[in-house]
């Protein structure tokens, strides 16, 4: 695939990174500032580094898990070997996006623009970003809900009760509508026609609304095509995959549960898994990049009843750092030395000019 030359405008990219750090510093700083003392330095001084590296670990294993599902389900989905090292690149690219995106829909297209660099056509990449995405999702919208019911406690809140619900409500009545597009994809076409013959009245859309039309038919017609075929003739992977994903989740929410150990205080494990289940569930639809801000304050919140106030500033700067930042700058570097932000800027164009050679076969 050729890389077509970017339009020189990395302002926004920066501009992103420059707010996610600028939420990140502000929270992180006042619930530092609130909880810090002479027991928290104590804490620190005596804190066990054999945790740290497992913290450390857990995160690799995540990374590792994830990489694994990214090169099964392209193989799957497209018959492409993409290799182990570069779905491990991918997925670093794609946590980098993911944390200075709003309500943390940047990797997708990433992860698609990695995908069609190796020559899997666009709605293979389409389904394996898709529905890797979906399936860790899935597991969340699941599982907070039903934790929520029977550990109400942990949303003492119940303003903040009654919006979870609210969200879940909403996520609920989007799944229905996915899988009856999924089940009826003409309806769709037909809906983008409609937008189509909308957006043709005015001639300076006319030529693209009919351009992407035909290339929007063709992405539904390759997506739908993909889904089924996994559904009917790789259901052994689809397993694989859903459990690959709840030990990739593990992982990740194992992580506080380490540092909390290597501060010297205990918390059952489950608990802190279940207070993550709800916690992520929220950051999935912030508007802050990456959930920056929200993130760090919503863990204030949730783990205040659990975390004694003078450990609870330290652990959740050692908890985003071993769950999102080091994974974010590792992303960073590799997309910046290898890729550049000018492309990541102009990446929707950049897979729209190659989408007539090689990304749709």
Not at 116 to 136: D, I, N, Q, S, Y
Not at 175 to 181: G, N, P, Q, S, T
Not at 253 to 266: E, M, P, V, W
Request: a positive charge.
């Amino acid at each position: 695939m050729q890389n077509i030359a970017p339009k020189k405008k990395p302002k926004s990219i920066k501009r992103l990174i420059l707010a996610f750090c600028a939420i990140t510093f502000i929270i992180i700083g006042f619930v530092v500032a609130k909880t810090a003392g002479p027991k928290t330095w104590h804490a620190i001084l005596e804190m066990r580094a054999s945790f740290l590296f497992l913290a450390l670990l857990l995160g690799i294993v995540m990374i590792f898990i994830n990489a694994v599902i990214v090169e099964m389900l392209t193989a799957s989905a497209s018959g492409k070997k993409i290799g182990f090292l570069y779905a491990i690149e991918t997925v670093l690219s794609y946590y980098f996006l993911s944390s200075i995106s709003p309500t943390v829909t940047g990797g997708e297209p990433i992860m698609i623009y990695m995908l069609t660099r190796r020559g899997v056509p666009f709605g293979k990449a389409l389904t394996v970003a898709l529905l890797r995405g979906f399936l860790v999702l899935l597991v969340i919208i699941i599982a907070a809900p039903l934790i929520i019911y029977f550990r109400g406690e942990l949303i003492q809140n119940v303003h903040l009760r009654n919006f979870f619900y609210s969200i879940a409500l909403l996520v609920s009545l989007v799944i229905i509508f996915l899988a009856y597009a999924f089940y009826n994809p003409r309806k769709i076409e037909r809906m983008i026609h409609a937008l189509r013959m909308k957006m043709g009245r005015w001639r300076m859309l006319a030529h693209h609304a009919e351009t992407l039309e035909k290339k929007f038919d063709r992405w539904i017609e390759d997506f739908g095509s993909s889904i089924k075929h996994f559904f009917k003739y790789q259901k052994k992977v689809i397993l694989a995959v859903v459990v690959l994903t709840l030990l990739s989740i593990g992982a990740n929410y194992l992580i506080a549960y380490a540092i909390l150990a290597g501060l010297g205080f205990y918390i059952s494990p489950l608990d802190v898994v279940m207070i993550q289940f709800v916690l992520y569930f929220f950051l999935y639809f912030t508007p802050t990049p990456g959930g920056s801000g929200v993130a760090e304050g919503g863990a204030y919140i949730m783990f205040a009843a659990y975390v004694p106030n003078h450990l609870l500033g330290i652990f959740i700067v050692l908890w985003r750092f071993f769950t999102t930042y080091l994974w974010m700058i590792m992303g960073g570097i590799f997309i910046a030395r290898h890729i550049g932000l000018g492309i990541i800027e102009t990446m929707p164009s950049t897979i729209q000019e190659g989408d007539e050679g090689d990304l749709i076969k």
